[in-house]
């Protein structure tokens, strides 16, 4: 499995920016992706996850109402639309995925892709 995350970068507090994660290497049914960030001198934190099936999302309280997570089935990719965006949510954005089935596992991780908001 292969993940690869794309479109952090520079943005104003208010902006919105998209990330984008793109999955190869397996069918993902009963799988599921989730978006973590780690912020500098912080721990990594949970972001938002889906469910590859159904389309069910789950997000931190840090984020809810202001990020949106979506998976395209046809094209393999878990975007993340982040709005609003506060300096606060600076980090290295990291994509990953793993089987559901019982529970959630992150088994396969991208590279991250940074966002950085400036105030």
């Known amino acids: 499995v292969q993940l690869q995350a794309c479109g952090g970068g520079l943005v104003q507090a208010g902006g919105s920016l998209r990330l984008s994660c793109a999955a190869s290497?397996?069918?993902?049914?009963?799988?599921?992706f989730g978006w973590f960030r780690q912020a500098p001198g912080k721990e990594r934190e949970f972001v938002a996850r889906?469910?590859?099936?159904?389309?069910?999302?789950v997000y931190a309280d840090s984020v809810k109402g202001r990020f949106t997570i979506s998976r395209d089935k046809a094209k393999n990719t878990v975007d993340l639309q982040m709005n609003s965006l506060k300096s606060e949510d600076t980090a290295v954005y990291y994509c990953?995925?793993?089987?559901?089935?019982?529970?959630?596992?992150?088994?396969?991780w991208g590279q991250g892709t940074l966002v950085t908001v400036s105030s």
């Open positions: 990953a995925t793993g089987p559901t089935v019982g529970q959630w596992h992150y088994n396969y």
């Open positions: 290497g397996r069918t993902f049914t009963n799988w599921g």
């Open positions: 889906i469910t590859w099936n159904l389309g069910t999302p």
